[in-house]
């Protein structure tokens, strides 16, 4: 669309008693308006309004926005709540699954190929940016060639310790760098290796295949991103999906959805946390919110009896 087809944004700022009178006109029921004012205050309306979508109408004739019969502001607030109780779950495995990440593939490659392996452009393939990485790091790292001797303090303990010891190589091993890395940053590395061989045997220590696994960490990136921003996992169609194991096809074949998510999450959390209960974890959240639609997520009704899950 041209910008001579675009409108001038004219909405008004709307106080907080103006959105309450706003909802209520929609059709929401708001019992305690001191309490839903509360929380408009502090969590905002805009974020509130991604709840909304699923108890509004859309039938054809009904006013836009309006809201399904004796829907009230506690109900809303409720899958609010089981969201942000879920990214925290998630946030969880995910942090679990990138250090074992970590290890995996520093172990791997300083094992195979030294200590400061990254440093050696030979290893990735030819489009793989390892000038903008070694800078990268040396930012992250606060190495004295782009960081005045004043922000050194900022470094980790075991780095300053490095560079304060050592001269040669100008940075540090593998297993010190990549405890600074980002999820992002490590999945780059793996996807950009110039060895099979070498991903291979990373993922060996996963069980999963080398291509599925590529995939599966720019999933975990993407997951990850959205909960560190507070965004919905709820509800949400998912534009970044794992690749399909024919393994775990029952669990992931609707891959856009959160229960494919979670069972990806449940996959790797099962082999590095030697037989994870993160799916029980999963369960009692679920259960902890009766009223939260499951079936807005991808779940099946009787997912808990799929031996996958291994809940009996």
Same mark, same amino acid.
């Given at each position: 669309m041209s910008n001579d087809d675009k409108q001038n944004y004219c909405k008004p700022a709307l106080s907080i008693d103006q959105q309450l009178d706003l909802l209520a006109?929609?059709? #929401?029921? /708001?019992?305690?308006? *001191?309490?839903?004012?509360?929380? @408009?205050?502090?969590?905002?309306?805009? =974020?509130?309004?991604?709840?909304?979508?699923?108890?509004?109408?859309?039938?054809?004739?009904?006013?836009?926005?309006?809201?399904?019969?004796?829907?009230?502001?506690?109900?809303? #607030?409720? /899958?609010?709540?089981? *969201?942000?109780?879920?990214?925290? @779950?998630?946030?969880?495995?995910?942090? =679990?699954?990138?250090?074992?990440?970590?290890?995996?593939?520093?172990?791997?490659?300083?094992?195979?190929?030294?200590?400061?392996w990254f440093m050696d452009q030979t290893h990735f393939v030819s489009r793989f940016k390892h000038t903008e990485l070694l800078n990268n790091i040396k930012r992250e790292t606060y190495h004295s060639s782009v960081t005045p001797q004043r922000n050194h303090s900022r470094r980790e303990a075991f780095i300053h310790n490095y560079y304060e010891t050592y001269c040669h190589p100008v940075l540090p091993p593998s297993w010190m760098v990549f405890e600074i890395m980002s999820l992002g940053t490590l999945s780059s590395i793996y996807a950009s290796l110039a060895s099979r061989d070498m991903q291979k045997a990373i993922c060996k220590q996963f069980r999963i295949?080398?291509?599925?696994?590529?995939?599966?960490?720019?999933?975990?990136?993407?997951?990850?991103?959205?909960?560190?921003?507070?965004?919905?996992?709820?509800?949400?169609?998912?534009?970044?999906?794992?690749?399909?194991?024919?393994t775990y096809q029952k669990q992931l074949g609707?891959?856009?959805?959160?229960?494919?998510?979670?069972?990806?999450?449940?996959?790797?959390?099962?082999?590095?946390?030697?037989?994870?209960?993160?799916?029980?974890?999963?369960?009692?959240l679920l259960d902890k919110h009766p009223n939260v639609f499951i079936r807005a997520m991808g779940f099946p009704e009787n997912w808990k009896e799929d031996p996958f899950w291994r809940m009996i």
């Open positions: 006109s929609r059709g #929401l029921i /708001i019992p305690d308006r *001191d309490k839903a004012r509360h929380y @408009l205050n502090y969590i905002g309306y805009h =974020r509130l309004s991604g709840y909304f979508l699923t108890f509004q109408q859309n039938d054809f004739g009904v006013e836009p926005h309006s809201f399904k019969n004796y829907v009230t502001f506690k109900e809303v #607030l409720e /899958i609010y709540i089981f *969201d942000r109780e879920l990214r925290l @779950l998630v946030m969880d495995a995910i942090e =679990r699954i990138e250090v074992a990440f970590r290890a995996c593939i520093s172990n791997t490659m300083s094992v195979n190929h030294g200590p400061h295949n080398h291509l599925v696994m590529e995939s599966w960490l720019h999933t975990l990136t993407y997951m990850r991103n959205l909960c560190a921003h507070h965004a919905r996992l709820w509800n949400r169609q998912f534009s970044i999906k794992p690749t399909i194991m024919k609707r891959n856009y959805t959160f229960y494919a998510q979670a069972a990806m999450l449940y996959v790797l959390m099962y082999i590095i946390a030697d037989g994870s209960k993160w799916q029980r974890r999963l369960a009692e």
